[in-house]
């Protein structure tokens, strides 16, 4: 019963979201698609691809190295391309079955608590860029100071994350320490949760491979920013450093709401609320928003065609199939289950 609901559920939010920014003005968007340039499709385009290749070789880092970059390249593309197409983001589970077929194979667990560290690496990276937004915002003067603080603690959390990683005792006899004082924290199991969460981030706890994560995370982000910034160019005249990674950070959170696969609506949806709070739309309700819904769209179709073209020559050189990905992944979740 709640998987059916929840695969109606997507469809209609994706339909509601797509009416509230469309009403009855598509022929608003149609003239913003009529005058944009593509050319600044290729320059966006390159740069996505390099994202995507520096996020292997993080993978490729975290993994210690056991999986060679193209083959974290190929499965890294393969896992998106199954997220955007298949629902209930089949991908994260995808990329812990393919390194079980490699030679030698990498076991679907450790593969797993990898990703578990990449989301969280990415969910530091967007609390940064977030700060850094509210910095360059024209908004009161506490807010940009709340904005630096942000960023600032984001950074700290990477530190810390390391640090819980390569000393784990120091959290479980601070844990101790509260639980001997407190005793309503026993009935929380914090020390059995914490060492679950550790299992998760282990990779974290060497010296070589926190600080390979974190500059891999920060040059991936970075050619995102560039390549949105970038297509930007395609219907505005002056794009702002603020209004992209406003609509950037929006548009990566639009991926947690239920939608139809690839997600459509909520990042349109993002992308014109992003550029309405950075500044370059003068509303986020049709027929004002008309250049940003355009952008939308075109930087939605083409981030989805890269994902499946990837995707597609990462499964040709991986030799698997969609078929063999979705059996795979549901043996997989039985087994660590």
């Known amino acids: 019963m709640k998987k059916w609901l929840t695969y109606a559920l997507g469809p209609l939010i994706s339909l509601a979201i797509i009416y509230v920014l469309v009403g009855r003005d598509l022929d608003a968007v149609r003239g913003e698609l009529a005058r944009a340039h593509y050319g600044y499709l290729i320059p966006t385009g390159v740069l996505l691809i390099f994202s995507l290749l520096a996020r292997a070789i993080r993978w490729h880092v975290l993994l210690n190295r056991r999986v060679t970059v193209w083959h974290a390249f190929h499965i890294t593309n393969i896992g998106y391309m199954a997220s955007a197409i298949l629902p209930l983001r089949v991908g994260d589970l995808a990329r812990p079955w393919m390194t079980t077929r490699l030679n030698p ?3 679907g667990f450790t593969a797993i608590s990898t990703i578990v560290v990449e989301r969280l690496l990415d969910i530091l990276a967007l609390v940064a860029m977030l700060g850094v937004m509210l910095v360059l915002l024209d908004v009161p003067t506490e807010v940009t100071s709340a904005g630096a603080v942000v960023a600032v603690l ?11 990683a390569a000393k784990p005792n120091w959290v479980l006899n601070i844990i101790d320490w509260l639980t001997q004082r407190l005793h309503v924290l026993n009935h929380l199991h914090l020390k059995e949760r914490f060492r679950y969460f550790v299992r998760g981030i282990q990779p974290m706890g060497k010296l070589e491979i926190a600080f390979g994560a974190l500059l891999w995370t920060t040059i991936a982000w970075g050619f995102s920013l560039a390549a949105g910034y970038v297509m930007l160019l395609m219907l505005f005249e002056t794009p702002t450093l603020a209004a992209t990674l406003s609509y950037i950070v929006l548009s990566t959170m639009s991926v947690a709401l239920p939608a139809v696969p690839g997600n459509l609506g909520p990042f349109e949806g993002a992308v014109v609320g992003g550029l309405w709070i950075g500044g370059l739309i003068t509303a986020a309700s049709p027929p004002h928003n008309a250049p940003a819904v355009a952008t939308g769209v075109v930087l939605h179709a083409l981030t989805l065609g890269l994902y499946v073209t ?13 078929r063999q990905i979705a059996k795979g992944t549901q043996e997989l979740v039985l087994q660590e289950v």
Do not use: C, D, K, R
């Not at 984001?154 to 819980?164: D, H, K, Q, R, T």
């Not at 990837?310 to 969609?322: D, K, R």
């Open 310 to 322: 990837l995707g597609l020559v990462g499964l040709s050189a991986e030799q698997a199939s969609i």
């Open 105 to 107: 194979p990498v076991a």
């Open 154 to 164: 984001a950074f700290s959390g990477g530190l810390v994350l390391a640090g819980m």
